[in-house]
């Protein structure tokens, strides 16, 4: 068993980014066991984007500390995201490139060995046959989706952070990529940070919610002990109170 199966995944403490006089995030901090997917909500300039970008290394916290697998961010983050991936709809492939040719380069980048099967396996498991070896900006929008959640799983990542996996999908379409999401942690004991808008996804998929309103947490939990907190029937319905300051927890949020 690795050594870091026995701690947290990943841990962020006291996280704060600022852009001028504007605090995107302030005094976040979580933890997210292996083999679990995390969810981060709250709306629009919440601070999920920010904060993912912060545990991808892309942005320094102006104060605060992550570890991911072990490894802190801050001075040891190549030996982690060597180990990460990451997948949003609103970050492009290159356009002029294929999908398979996409794959292919970024393949190369982790030093995925097997490269050609690993793309023939997400090729079967996401329904890329079709548009292969299509220039990635021919691609319609749930096709961009798809290749960009293959991109993001091509290192096999022991820690998968997700914006929106299933943004512009038909419905059919995403539940299948749900489906495989939970099959791709049960298989490899991966850990996951999911951002998403979709609450149904987020109840399907995530064993515990950081919830957060202007940069802050607000409360945290099961998506069912939220539910039940709040005393509401769905986490939509939890969202909207949080969102709009009309609901309160029974007992106060933890």
Known sequence: MRDWVRRPAIIAEGLVKRYGTVTAVDQVSFEAAPGTVLGL???????????????????IPDSGR?????HDMATDRFAALARMNFSSPYVSLPHRLSVREN???????????????????????????????????QLSAGQKTRAALAKALINTPEVLLLDEPTASLDPDTADRVRGWLERYRDETGATV???????????????????????????????????????????????LDIARGTGVAAGGGS
């Open 103 to 137: 794959l292919t380069v970024y393949g190369h980048l982790y030093g995925v060995r097997g490269l050609s099967r690993r793309i023939a396996r997400l090729a079967e498991e996401l329904e890329l046959g079709p548009f292969l070896d299509r220039p990635a900006g």
């Open 193 to 239: 940070v999911l951002a998403s808008h979709n609450m149904a996804e987020v109840e399907r998929l995530c064993s515990d919610v950081v919830m957060l309103k202007h940069g802050r947490v607000v409360d945290r939990g099961a998506p069912a002990a939220l539910i039940g907190r709040y005393g509401r029937q769905d986490l939509e319905q939890v969202f």
């Open 66 to 70: 992550i570890t991911v697998l072990g």
């Open 41 to 59: 909500l709250g709306g629009n300039g919440a601070g999920k984007t920010t904060t993912i970008a912060m545990l991808l290394g892309l942005l």
